[in-house]
C-alpha cells in the first residue's frame, strides 16, 4: 500500500489477504521527498501516485522492492 498523508509517503507490506497495512517498508518525510520522486519519477500523463503503485505491483516481492529502494 502506498499511503500519502501529511506526513509524508510510505509504503506498507499489506497483511490479513490485503485487508489491513502491517509494517512499513520505506517512508519519505516532506523534506526528503525529492528522493521519492529519484525512485518513482512519475508518469507525465497521469498521477504520479499511480505510476509509483504501478511500479510497486511489478515487482515479484517484498524484498526485490527493498533492493530497488536500497540501489542508488
Request: no cysteine.
Amino acid at each position: 500500500m502506498l499511503s500519502v498523508t501529511q506526513q509524508g509517503i510510505a509504503i506498507f507490506k499489506m497483511r490479513f489477504l490485503g485487508l489491513l497495512p502491517g509494517h512499513k517498508i520505506a517512508e519519505w518525510l516532506p523534506n526528503d521527498l525529492d528522493r521519492f520522486v529519484e525512485k518513482f519519477g512519475g508518469d507525465p500523463d497521469g498521477s504520479p501516485f499511480r505510476h509509483a503503485v504501478g511500479l510497486l505491483m511489478s515487482f515479484p516481492s517484498i524484498l526485490e522492492i527493498k533492493r530497488y529502494l536500497m540501489t542508488p
